[in-house]
T-cell receptor, first 111, second 116 residues
Framework: EDKVVQSPLSLVVHEGDTVTLNCSYE??????LLWYKQEKKAPTFLFML????IEKKSGRLSSILDKKELFSILNITATQTGDSAVYLC???????????FGPGTRLSVLP | DAGITQSPRYKITETGRQVTLMCHQT?????MFWYRQDLGHGLRLIYY???????DKGEVPDGYVVSRSKTENFPLTLESATRSQTSVYFC???????????????FGEGSRLTVL
């Protein structure tokens, strides 16, 4: 059974801190790993990772995948209160239609 | 407006009642999904559909029924609601571009269902 584990489940930091969120997975026929940010409503897409060692970057957010060790990290530098959200990790199998989500990491950034 | 819309956004019902949550997308995306989101479980797949008239079970399908007679609509029905079905339900879709999953799931705003 495909499985995604995220850690920590909850994290409280202060503005300006750097955080690292972890995602490990077990999936048959891995195709890609995705990160989403969920504030009060629907999740919004951040990154899709398919290859090991290639960092994806968007502003203060970056992510990398290790397909050998079956994990990914999401880094947020110089955190802001607007980064407060639940960050979801999902993996997709080779059929491209089975998105398995982890439980999410709830990040709270205090002013 | 283009996008994916869910209705109702909030619903309170009683145990044993039938409830239908509607999902409508204007992009003509091939794939559509229903997820439920509960604390500690993240998003769990209930059902998905690859195209009109093609549906398949996800991780937690028991107690739910779906249909997809038109590409743009994917209603989810709870035939006899139970308290354990109290949850936030998200509909999502994505297109296939050249046979490839682009990676981005587009989500509706969610439907919060409370079963008393």
């Amino acid at each position: 059974e495909d499985k995604v584990v995220q850690s920590p489940l909850s994290l409280v930091v202060h503005e300006g801190d750097t955080v690292t969120l972890n995602c490990s997975y077990e999936v048959t026929n891995f195709r890609s790993l995705l990160w989403y940010k969920q504030e009060k409503k629907a999740p919004t897409f951040l990154f899709m990772l398919t290859s090991s060692g290639i960092e994806k970057k968007s502003g203060r957010l970056s992510s990398i995948l290790d397909k050998k060790e079956l994990f990914s990290i999401l880094n947020i530098t110089a955190t802001q209160t607007g980064d407060s959200a639940v960050y979801l990790c999902a993996v997709v199998d080779n059929y491209g239609q089975n998105f398995v989500f982890g439980p999410g990491t709830r990040l709270s950034v205090l002013p | 407006d283009a996008g994916i819309t869910q209705s109702p956004r909030y619903k309170i019902t009683e145990t044993g009642r039938q409830v239908t949550l509607m999902c409508h997308q204007t992009w003509s995306h091939s794939y559509m999904f229903w997820y439920r989101q509960d604390l500690g479980h993240g998003l769990r797949l209930i059902y998905y559909s690859a195209a009109a008239d093609i549906t398949d079970k996800g991780e937690v399908p028991d107690g739910y029924v779906v249909s997809r007679s038109k590409t743009e609509n994917f209603p989810l029905t709870l035939e006899s609601a139970t308290r354990s079905q109290t949850s936030v339900y998200f509909c999502a879709s994505f297109p296939l571009v050249g046979g490839e999953n682009t990676g981005e799931l587009f989500f509706g705003e969610g439907s919060r269902l409370t079963v008393l």
